[in-house]
C-alpha cells in the first residue's frame, strides 16, 4: 500500500504546496493500481520545514504537486518521499489515478524557492 500526499486548495492540487488549505492523503494500492480511501488533513501552520517530517509522519510516499522549491524537495528526499512537481490543478482522485497509471503529465515546476 501507498499514500499519496496532494496539496488542496478548492477541492483540487493547490498550484503553492506550503500555502494550502488542506492535504489528501490517497491510499492506494500500486499493484492493482487502485484507490482503497482518501483522508482529508487541515494543513499544519505554513512554517519552513515542518511538511516533510509532518506528511512522513502520516505515512505519505509520494507528493505530487504543482510547483516546490528546490529545499524542500531535498527535505522530502530526505524523509523517504518520491516528490512529483508541476502537476494540474485536478482533483485528487484523477491525479492519484494518473500517478498510478503512469499517465500524470506534469509540466515545469511553479515555484522557484
Known amino acids: ?35 482503497l480511501g482518501r483522508t482529508d488533513l487541515e494543513a499544519p501552520p505554513h512554517e519552513p520545514g515542518l511538511l516533510p517530517a509532518w506528511l512522513a509522519e502520516r505515512g505519505a510516499g509520494v507528493i505530487i504537486a504543482g510547483g516546490m522549491g528546490g529545499r524542500a524537495q531535498g527535505l522530502f528526499a530526505q524523509k523517504g ?24 503529465e506534469t509540466g515545469g515546476n511553479l515555484c522557484d524557492h
Open 1 to 35: 500500500m501507498l499514500k499519496i500526499a496532494i496539496p488542496l486548495a478548492g477541492g483540487k492540487l493547490s498550484l503553492h504546496f506550503g500555502h494550502c488549505e488542506r492535504f489528501a492523503l490517497i491510499e492506494v494500492d500500486p499493484a492493482t493500481k487502485k484507490i
Open 81 to 104: 518521499i518520491e516528490v512529483v512537481v508541476g502537476a494540474p490543478a485536478e482533483t485528487p482522485e484523477k491525479l492519484a489515478e494518473a500517478y498510478l497509471n503512469g499517465t500524470l
